[in-house]
């Protein structure tokens, strides 16, 4: 019963932007949107959130439609190190549990 | 923030034997968890862990193959009981630390592989 919908995988050139596009059409008014990336062999890393304004933060910057049922998650320069899985997650703040679907596999190319 | 250490990082068991895996956080926290990922496969919630009640099981998991301890606010244990080559996975705790952000940090995993 995943709430968010992402692509499976993307390319993106170190240097670059890379943007993550991210559906989410059935979210809630108390919703927010969360980011997480999970380098290789290590734990997910908390990326940035959102309710319906874009944010931005050192790591990335979040835009969401205004209808709120997509949203895009931006790293400006990406480098090698970005190379990991993104996941988009859709939970309200009284809600604990994260519910990771498959997330998208981002390759990023020298 | 908060700073999670596993132990053991990885380990080699063999089928019917158990393995108890230990979260230690740097801070108190009241919210712990503990997620499976299966070879390939994204983060699945085990099990919520509350300091001074009983763990909460996910649909699919249950106390007798997964009982989980919570001693402390600072400190977690998951055994993975009865081990078969299905249970080979990463094993990760989490905290929630109730913060501004209700971010959650992870540890670095325990990388189980049963044969």
């Known amino acids: 019963d995943a709430k968010t919908t992402q692509p499976p995988s993307m390319d993106c050139a170190e240097g670059r932007a890379a943007n993550l596009p991210c559906n989410h059409s059935?979210?809630?008014?108390?919703?927010?949107v969360y980011w997480y990336r999970q380098i290789h062999s290590q734990g997910p890393q908390y990326i940035i959130h959102g309710l319906k304004n874009n944010e931005t933060n050192e790591m990335a910057s979040l835009i969401i439609t205004e209808d709120r049922k997509s949203s895009t998650l931006i790293l400006p320069h990406a480098t090698l190190r970005d190379t990991a899985v993104y996941y988009c997650?859709?939970?309200?703040?009284?809600?604990?549990?994260?519910?990771f679907g498959a997330g998208t596999t981002v390759t990023v190319r020298a | 923030s908060a700073v999670i250490s596993q132990k053991p990082s990885r380990d080699i068991c063999q089928r019917g034997t158990s393995l108890t895996i230990q979260c230690q956080v740097d801070?108190?926290?009241?919210?712990m968890f503990w997620y499976r990922q299966q070879p390939g496969q994204s983060l699945t919630l085990i099990a919520t862990a509350n300091q001074g009640s009983e763990a909460t099981y996910e649909s699919g998991f249950v106390i007798d193959k997964f009982p989980i301890s919570r001693p402390n606010l600072t400190f977690s244990t998951l055994t993975v009981s009865n081990m078969s080559p299905e249970d080979s996975s990463i094993y990760l705790c989490?905290?929630?630390?109730?913060?501004?952000?209700?971010?959650?940090?992870f540890g670095p995993g325990t990388r189980l592989t049963v044969l």
């Open positions: 997650i859709v939970r309200s703040l009284n809600d604990y549990k994260l519910s």
């Open positions: 801070s108190q926290v009241t919210m």
């Open positions: 059935t979210i809630s008014g108390n919703e927010y």
């Open positions: 989490s905290v929630d630390t109730s913060g501004l952000y209700n971010e959650q940090f």
